[in-house]
């Protein structure tokens, strides 16, 4: 393979793993700080990218899909926390993953019936058609700004966790949930607020995704375990982590299924393999203990 072939790979990996990488975020954000395992978190993915088809048929514009597709899933996120979620919170970890994983599969089935079970292409925005030099090669524009967005967004999202009130406080609230609401802070409002966020994360994946891999019912259940394997491999918690592992397994699946395309699956749980018997905590998690 050529220099030129083995970049144009690595940049389609990043791509991958940038789309990855705001379904991990979306993934820690909701497990990291409220203790919540969301299996429906893949399913949040396919709807966002579902509503986003209807978006752009109904209007003709892509751009449009990509700033209300986010909300609208957020505004279902948030329903979804209020009615079934919130009610758990401090209990069995065992009660979320039945929870999700039920309303995974409701709203799969939703999904397939509305809109069927048919692969649907969604074309990219106009102005993002076609390739452009760089790096020496000619690659696809609306990669490339798929991961200039993801990487702002990321960005944006530290951002907040570290270097303002609201992430002081869902981070405080995370450690000591009485004393923050001892405080006369609304915790429940932040953690609500986390819930949509991280939906909303998912939902502009979808979205994000569409003009790569279209659009098909089974998309939520082949980037969940994707998803929740790069939150492992960085560390449970981790922000940073979360990134470094999603942007590694795009990577491991693209260059997997050119290397050895029969084994490109096995290229991303051998990472796993790797990464857990040197750091066991993963990439970016805090050390775990013995106990």
């Not at 791509?15 to 975020?25: E, F, K, P």
């Not at 491999?233 to 979360?242: D, E, I, P, T």
Request: charge should be neutral; aromatic fraction near 8%.
């Amino acid at each position: 393979m050529s220099f030129e072939g083995f970049l144009t790979q690595i940049l389609n990996g990043l791509t991958i793993g940038a789309i990855l990488m705001l379904i991990s975020m979306g993934l820690t954000l909701i497990f990291g700080l409220m203790g919540i395992v969301n299996f429906a978190h893949g399913t949040v993915y396919m709807l966002g990218a579902y509503v986003c088809l209807e978006v752009v048929q109904l209007t003709g514009q892509f751009w449009i899909a990509i700033f209300v597709v986010p909300l609208l899933v957020g505004a279902f996120g948030y329903l979804l926390e209020r009615t079934t979620i919130r009610p758990l919170y401090g209990r069995d970890p065992l009660q979320h993953v039945l929870l999700t994983f039920g309303v995974a599969v409701v709203l799969s089935e939703i999904v397939e019936i509305i809109w069927g079970p048919r692969i649907q292409p969604l074309a990219p925005p106009d102005a993002l058609s076609g390739s452009v030099a760089f790096l020496g090669i000619q690659y696809p524009i609306y990669r490339l700004a798929v991961l200039m967005v993801a990487a702002a967004i990321a960005g944006l999202v530290w951002f907040v966790l570290r270097q303002t009130r609201i992430g002081l406080v869902i981070r405080s609230g995370t450690h000591d949930r009485v004393m923050v609401e001892a405080l006369g802070i609304n915790i429940d409002v932040y953690f609500a607020g986390v819930f949509v966020t991280g939906t909303m994360l998912a939902a502009l994946a979808g979205v994000l995704i569409g003009p790569i891999r279209s659009v098909h019912p089974h998309m939520g259940a082949d980037v969940i375990v994707y998803a929740f394997i790069a939150v492992i491999v960085g560390g449970l918690g981790s922000m940073g982590g979360a990134m470094a592992g999603a942007l590694l397994v795009g990577v491991a699946e693209v260059l997997g299924a050119l290397i050895i395309p029969e084994m490109a699956k096995a290229a991303i749980y051998g990472i796993v393999v790797i990464v857990l018997i040197v750091k066991p905590g993963g990439l970016l998690g805090r050390r775990l203990s013995a106990a």
